[in-house]
């Protein structure tokens, strides 16, 4: 059995660079992991009444259900994003939200994270970047200090049909992903012996 990875994508347009950087990063986890995207399009907006005990007449959206049992049973999220006037895309914070209630059984909790941001100009996703870390540094998730990923210039950093080719951002990819496999491995291995 494989351990999932989830992958969300901070962006919702068809011909989104940081999809195609994710599609790019879904074969480099080792085969003990399987990453795929968790689609977050369709995640109705963050409404606190659907999991407010005192509101008794709205129900929990099943979009809400599926996402937080799905991000419950991964092995690690990982996220791709650019930034929106400096800070993360209003569909990752939807998510983020979404995951974090109810108090009593917060998604996020313990999972671990990595992140990787870019933007078509230079900085990266810099900020975007660090407005994720802040906003998941409530939840307790282990966390890669380094590498740190800012891919910036997208739109010469991925070819046409979509695939990354320039090798030294290939191999600073990949070693990314190892490192983050490594902390998955040991929070699974601990996890495990804490079950044991
Ligand atoms: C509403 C909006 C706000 C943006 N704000 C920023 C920003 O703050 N910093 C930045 O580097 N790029 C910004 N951009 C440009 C994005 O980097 C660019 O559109 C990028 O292609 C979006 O990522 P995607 O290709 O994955 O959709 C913004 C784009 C939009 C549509």
Redesign the pocket.
């Known amino acids: 059995m494989t351990e999932r990875v989830s992958v969300i994508?901070?962006?919702l347009?068809r011909?989104?660079?940081?999809?195609k950087i994710a599609q790019n990063v879904l074969p480099m986890f080792p085969p003990e992991f399987t990453a795929e995207i968790v689609e977050i399009r369709d995640l109705p907006l963050y409404n606190f009444d659907y999991d407010d005990p005192e509101v008794t007449d709205v129900a929990t959206p099943p979009e809400y259900t599926r996402f937080r049992e799905t991000i419950k049973s991964s092995a690690g999220v990982l996220f791709v994003?650019?930034?929106?006037?400096?800070?993360i895309p209003a569909c990752v914070k939807n998510a983020v939200d979404i995951g974090s209630k109810p108090n009593s059984d917060v998604a996020w909790k313990n999972i671990p994270v990595g992140i990787m941001s870019?933007?078509?100009?230079r900085?990266g996703?810099y900020?975007?970047q660090k407005n994720l870390r802040l906003a998941l540094s409530y939840f307790d998730m282990p966390t890669l200090g380094q590498p740190e990923v800012f891919l910036s210039q997208?739109?010469t950093l991925v070819e046409p049909d979509g695939t990354i080719t320039q090798e030294s951002t290939v191999e600073f990819l990949q070693s990314y992903v190892d490192r983050f496999a490594e902390l998955m491995t040991s929070e699974l291995d601990e996890r495990a012996g804490a079950q044991a």
Do not use: F, K, L
């Open positions: 994508v901070g962006s347009r011909g989104s660079y940081a999809r994003t650019p930034e929106n006037n400096r800070t870019h933007s078509i100009g900085m996703g900020s975007s997208s739109r």
